[in-house]
């Protein structure tokens, strides 16, 4: 499997605007995505992930033969959580159910882990999202609870469910 994580570069704009640029997609992200997802999006996108906090932001591009095809990035909370991350990501369609996101996933958390003083990464999919709940469990992250009425997406109260992958 050549999947592989690496910094984003801005010539990935155009294959970041093409995956994102999907209803199927930004119906398992958080609200604030533009769509439809154009080019200048995904340029400051980029741009902001480049610019942020090397301590705080760990925003890498997920690439199959060095095209970039999908985002993960874990992002440090504060205060008595500095030692928390968040995980989010998301791959273009046609790459569902590969096991690349997996792969992606095992990657970023082994960078992260092994370079910062980071000791648990957590994400929450929407309970709906079983794809994603897949991929967390294949890469090692326990399931902790259901978020009950956690989040108001598409005009409807979901649920959300609690995983997160401790360092060992």
Known sequence: MDIKIRRWKIEDKSDLAKA?????ILNNL???VPYPYTEN????????MLSA????TFAFAITLEDKAIGSIGIFRQENIHYRTAELGYYIGEEYWGSGYMTEAVKQACGFVFENTDIIRI??????Y????CR?????GFVYEG???SNAYKNGNVVDMKMYALVKQ
Not at 122 to 127: K, V
Not at 135 to 139: F, G, I, Q
Request: net charge negative; aromatic share 8%.
């Open 20 to 24: 994102l640029n999907n209803k199927n």
């Open 30 to 32: 958080r609200d604030g």
């Open 53 to 56: 906090d090397p301590d705080k």
């Open 146 to 148: 259901t978020l009950r």
């Open 129 to 132: 999202n079983t794809g994603s």
């Open 135 to 139: 991929v967390l469990e294949k890469a």
């Open 122 to 127: 957590y994400a929450e999919p929407f309970a």
């Open 41 to 48: 999006d995904a340029e400051d996108f980029i741009g902001a």
